[in-house]
């Protein structure tokens, strides 16, 4: 990491994932990983024990700090992502969260009706979940205008599918009950889950993120009259209520559906800056589609960081020959890094990036 001196509010060293979320030129194309802070990590593995559980690491600034910093201090990455999770507003919500070892997130009250749903309360970003803007002001203020830290929430249908199945699902009956039979009460939940998110995301911008990122892992799992629904016109509802501009900069909004790419023109329509990709869909499709409009973030399937360093390189020199030349491509996997993926190849990805993408810029 550089030393950068001029410390305002607003400077960054390394600002060019900010510039390729707006297409404004750059010199390489930027590089950060979903899940970049995380188990992969022997030195995260350290923190989080240190900790001594998940949720108490979420809620220790300082700690939050550390793992946040971690992948940083190993790659030349283009951007923090804030440590947390996508569960701290229904866990501020009071249903009781905690994780069962090996079976991942679960919840003590899950959501069953609509007098649930009713006594839901929208959470105080300063108040309930003010242990997330501690750990966002305590990490912008630790990067020293480094890179940008990128806030983020989880989506209003994903954030739903654990409030009522419990948990995490394969067939996810229990919400797609709720839509078909009582689809009242369901809107009536994801409109209280957008305004909870648009007050926390903004919260977090207020504290120090320079761009967010809404994460709708199970969009995908709706028909494309349900996704548009139950999904995308909450998320259309959170980037009209979003702060734009903070700190004398644009705050660049990202989407992420995953399984969304049949969907992609409704996804840009609905006023965000970016488009985030999984690895189903080709991105020279996806900027044919809707390239002109916002930037594309993506898109290598994340398992191929088991591949031999050359096998990732090719996939990197592919992906990168798809985008073509110009700004707009924010280089992430499409889904979050593996827990078991050598920290080594996670760097030589990193590294190809950068090198291989310097020719598409070069004309700028």
């Known amino acids: 990491m550089s030393d950068s001196t001029d410390t305002s509010p607003s400077h960054l060293a390394n600002d060019r994932y900010l510039r390729a979320l707006s297409k404004q030129p750059v010199d390489m194309t ?6 970049q802070a995380g188990r992969y990590l022997p030195e995260y593995k350290a923190t989080r024990a240190q900790a001594g ?3 108490s690491l979420c809620r220790n600034a300082e700690l939050a700090c550390e793992v946040t910093l971690q992948p940083l201090r190993r790659f030349e990455l283009d951007a923090a992502i ?8 229904p866990d501020a919500m009071g249903l009781g969260l905690y994780f069962e070892a090996g079976e991942g997130p679960k919840f ?5 009706n609509q007098r649930d749903i009713e006594k839901l309360g929208i959470p105080d970003p300063e108040g309930e979940l003010q242990y997330v803007m501690n750990a966002v ?3 912008r203020r630790e990067l020293k205008g480094e890179v940008p830290l990128i806030g983020f929430s989880g989506s ?3 954030l739903a599918t654990y409030m009522i199945e419990g948990g995490s699902s394969k067939a996810f009956t229990k919400i797609k009950k709720m839509a078909f039979a009582d689809p009242q009460a369901l809107h009536l939940l994801l409109d209280k889950l957008a305004d909870a998110v648009i007050a926390y995301l903004n919260a977090q911008i207020a504290a120090g993120a320079q761009s967010v990122m809404v994460f709708d892992t199970w969009g995908g799992v709706l028909s494309p009259r349900d996704y548009n629904l139950f999904s995308l016109q909450y998320m259309a509802k959170i980037v009209d209520g979003l702060t734009r501009h903070n700190d004398g900069r644009k705050v660049p909004v990202t989407l992420f559906t995953k399984n969304g790419g049949m969907w992609l023109e409704s996804i840009a329509a609905t006023g965000c800056d970016a488009v985030g990709l999984d690895w189903t869909i080709n991105i020279d499709e996806a ?10 973030q993506g898109n290598m399937d994340p398992s191929m960081l088991y591949a031999s360093p050359e096998r990732i390189e090719d996939e990197v020199a592919d992906i990168l020959e798809k985008y073509g030349t110009g700004s707009g491509h924010v280089f992430n996997l499409g889904h979050g890094i593996h827990l078991d993926v050598p ?14 993408s310097k020719p598409y810029h070069s004309g700028q």
Do not use: C, Y
């Open 343 to 356: 920290p080594e190849n996670a760097g030589v990805f990193v590294e190809a990036v950068h090198r291989l």
């Open 287 to 296: 900027r044919a589609r809707i390239g002109d409009k916002v930037a594309l």
């Open 137 to 139: 002001r305590t990490i």
């Open 82 to 89: 804030l440590f947390s999770d996508i569960l701290t507003i």
């Open 30 to 35: 930027p590089v950060w990983m979903m899940r």
């Open 53 to 55: 559980d998940f949720m």
């Open 156 to 158: 209003p249908w994903t």
């Open 108 to 112: 003590q009250r899950p959501l069953t």
